[in-house]
């Protein structure tokens, strides 16, 4: 079976096709033939090295991935053969808070990935996904999806609060969508007029183009009555952060997800203390988030936004399209 | 100005229009022009003197009204002449948790309530409402509507949990309203399969008639997978509370509301404990949470569910009319 | 190996040591050479017939024990051979919240107890303790203690909050010492003053006798200052459960545990809702919780408190010695 | 009457006493007779100008006092003539979340502060304190203890949970005395091993002297196992913080109250999503978290610490005592 690996060195350029032989399923464990895998921005970082530059090679790439379960090992009895399933990004973080033991099980970090034929997971590994969505549909929940349910419900927002979502990203579109349907007042940033528009059909209540208007931090406050919202979610990190000070209301909460403006920039934290603010590191969820996730996006019928779809041996003009930044919601390789 | 009064004894027949002082407002009060009153069955209660048996008469009746601010007196900053506000039920309950000595402020019970012309408030115990409301409609928050979001809300509802409504009634039917903003799943039980197709047209997702299938607890279990539903907004009381018990899951949540088939019932608690549920008396709720609802009811434009509008001197029928118990959601009268 | 049984039918009558293989360990099993158990009385109820009359018979009874791990299966890397451990309620109850898949796995129930001299669990069902604990203080924690800790952490206690124990079985006497390195006010009431004196030792800050005074709810609110308690240890059920809705402040929380009063009773919830009172069922806790609690057990260094030993073949006399109701603290058989 | 203010200028050398008219209770205010105050590091930012250079002159410093209620004006309830009280940091912040209005009412700060003879405040913004407490220790509590309070029970700690404290200032030596009585293990740092030596007799598990030790996020680690503590009272700010986010575990709370370290230092974020840390800003407390803190007081009999007690024309030379940064616990100034 074919798989996708970072062979020798990190790289876009060191991406291979390779052949691994089929696995097969020990006690407690599935195999999986994965069908659509979706990007995040973290691929990225894991291709270049950027991610965990002692990361061994070869590995297969991508956390996030949906199919059909083929083989079941001994002592499964959580899934059977033809279920349709996604995998967890974390393999071992199940329900409660993640701790040092549970962190260490990524997949297409600490182990390989999901952009494979077929892929050997623990059967406490996989989660089955609302039956409305496509295998395509289904790749984009695990990190993604996942990650804005985890900032809006651990940040317990309730209908009627206001959410102040970064961009139009994999997360932000899911953040908005997501708070969206638990009944909250959405407002959105973006560099572009046309992608304001899109989140608004999306029902985000307000958006503002922070090229022509980049004080949004005031706009958030002009929006809300002068007091700021209740929620941020954060995907830009120290570049945005400090202006998400501004942006958060007295005792707001902010999730601080992302580094979309680097890894390497400082900020400040003495708004922290002075406003009363709550910042609340996200990394994705456990797979009992998971499973309450799929629940509301079944009973709403939430359908993922999918930016493009690439063929399985593009994967690497994939990664570049995400490099370019412009998209708009997932993107999503068949496999 | 006109006062409806429970005049010498308790009883629908010693109900009397009575004239009365026009209000002066003193340091931190307002006077409110009320426009509109809606009733709850505590209200029915009252007159009869089943709630409060040694109530001082004559009394105002009922807790929920909404009008126009006419006077404000020294100190005031809270509101200005011409605001549209709602009383709140509690005058003293602002924030946090009840106690004893804020749980003796309730309007139509321990103080005289909203059926007047005029009524006098502390500036504190007002709220301005939704301006997409109606007088009619904002009259039907501060008891019945705010009793359905501290059900739901205290109970930690999330997008994607189960919901079960008992019968059509005010507190009911906002539960349902609310509960399906919030991207619950909810269900309905009615004794009436016209009622039952009026609350799928509010969104409810499924219904169930209890005259011809009276093991409702099952069908909860049935629609839910076998697990049981999240929650129960129980408004019956202990006629109901036993079939609850099963109907809610394991560690589910038991909003404990009315006691609509009667106060004197009992029943076994055992199940609470086997089945590790919590059960959570409610009792209307905060100005605070009435803020908040408010937010919730803004954002989304909800619109309250009015069963029948009694002119002002048409009181009484309105009262036999709730006594009949065939309404779907709120009873009204203007004023 | 020896091992007690409820042979041939329920009854204390019926029970008989019999002769077992010895265990052998599975993939992910653990054998524990058991050195103590404790008794609580639901053993008592499951000895009887009276907690599951259809329970498949013969089974080793008791949930609560303590002993050595002798040997492990494969893929075991929990705890290792040496270690010592006790077992847990629910042998599945890991985290979260208990679901109708993990409630069914509870020794000395659903599956065989602990009361032999070597037990096969899984590796997941067995958690190291505190270091200064001897086996037999041990064997008293997995239910009665893990049960305190539930009724309190889950209640929100915290340091100044004043919590009613009722008499001074295993769970009030652990409620009372948790209760107390917590910085609580604690309240016990005894039919009998010298354990009253007893609990004062252990920190109990004000006693009463429910025989020579029997209206404790009054005392728990002169107590309070006329307020109520903030939290109840519920152990008697329905019998006490109304006489607990006035010793509770409004807005308290009550943790319904026993039924020491019968399973049959009745109450009437109309309180719960007028007075705001979250009454929630307590069945034991997951291995999380029984972790958490032995960190602060460790911290604390508390010693539970042991009524008496017994030999192994005494069981039945311990039996009887807790259906007397004479004991203070937990009753210990070793083996 | 006598007071001090900060006079013409900023700065320690332009404090200067002054006589004032005798304040006159209007209603819903007290007089307060002020017998002690207590400093807060904050008061010397304020005297300095550091901490709002556009505050108004003349100020009467300092934000913690305790006295007797020597006069009420009409309309007062909550307090009467001779009851002993302290004033609360925030005087209208009563429950619940601080809002931007509740959060401009600081005594020695947006208004006149405690450091007079007399002093004028609402009845809302007084609180009786337990009695065991002389005027000069419940001068401590107002902004010190509550804030420690607010880091710990607002982090939802736990018994056998644990705590670094950094340091040996006001806030961490209550932080060390109430995560004591709250049932945790307490890690201090310091720059001196006599003052270790005094936090261990004050309670705390193991402390380090990070002159000789300057790695003790290393030494949390091996503290806890490994794993890192659950709860980080940060008084340090930008200098302390990045060590913290790896002295915190995975997943644990950074309660941020100070920036004894400079207000101007910068940090980067990354930890706090890559490790999901909880960062918290913690400014002081509302008037019910005052309240339930005293509850946990007086059931504990907790002595605040009181570093030296200064004469009242000596108020210049206890801020430059603070300034050397040399005390262990609280200085008090007498009335």
Chains 1, 2, 3, 4 share one sequence.
Request: one cysteine or more; a neutral charge; charged letters at 20%.
């Amino acid at each position: 079976m074919k798989a996708w690996v970072i062979a020798d060195n990190f790289g876009i350029e060191n991406l291979r096709i390779v052949e691994r032989a089929e696995p097969q399923p020990g006690p407690g464990q599935v195999v999986v033939a994965a069908r659509a895998v979706s990007l995040n921005y973290r691929d990225l970082l894991v291709t270049r090295g950027a991610y965990n530059p002692r990361m061994p090679l070869p590995r297969i790439p991508c956390s996030d991935g949906a199919g059909e379960v083929t083989a079941i090992g001994p002592g499964v009895s959580r899934v059977k053969v033809g279920d349709r399933v996604a995998g967890t990004f974390f393999q071992k973080w199940i329900v409660g808070e993640l701790t040092e033991a549970t962190a260490r099980s990524t997949l297409g970090g600490d182990i390989d990935g999901m952009l494979a034929e077929r892929v050997l997971l623990s059967d406490e590994g996989v989660v089955p996904y609302p039956e409305h969505l496509s295998f395509e549909e289904a790749a984009t929940l695990p990190c993604a999806a996942l990650t804005a349910w985890n900032a809006l419900i651990g940040g317990h927002l309730k209908a009627g609060d206001s959410v102040l979502v970064q961009g139009t990203g994999g997360v932000s579109i899911f953040a908005l969508q997501l708070a969206k349907l638990m009944g909250a007042n959405v407002l959105v940033t973006s560099s572009s007029d046309e992608k304001l528009a899109r989140a608004k059909e999306l029902g985000a209540d307000a958006g503002l183009n922070y090229r022509s208007n980049p004080d949004w931090e005031k706009w958030c406050r002009s929006e809300t009555g002068g007091v700021g919202v209740d929620h941020v979610v954060e995907v830009g990190g120290a570049g945005t952060l400090e202006r998400s000070f501004k942006a958060v209301r007295i005792a707001g909460h902010i999730a601080l997800i992302g580094v979309l403006s680097g890894a390497g920039g400082t900020i400040n934290p003495l708004p922290i203390l002075m406003r009363s603010i709550c910042v609340r590191g996200i990394f994705v969820g456990s797979r009992a988030m998971f499973e309450a996730m799929n629940r509301a996006i079944a009973q709403s019928r939430l359908r993922p936004v999918i930016d493009r779809t690439f063929a399985f041996d593009q994967f690497p003009d994939a990664l570049r399209h995400m490099e370019r930044g412009a998209h708009f919601g997932k993107i999503v390789v068949k496999i």
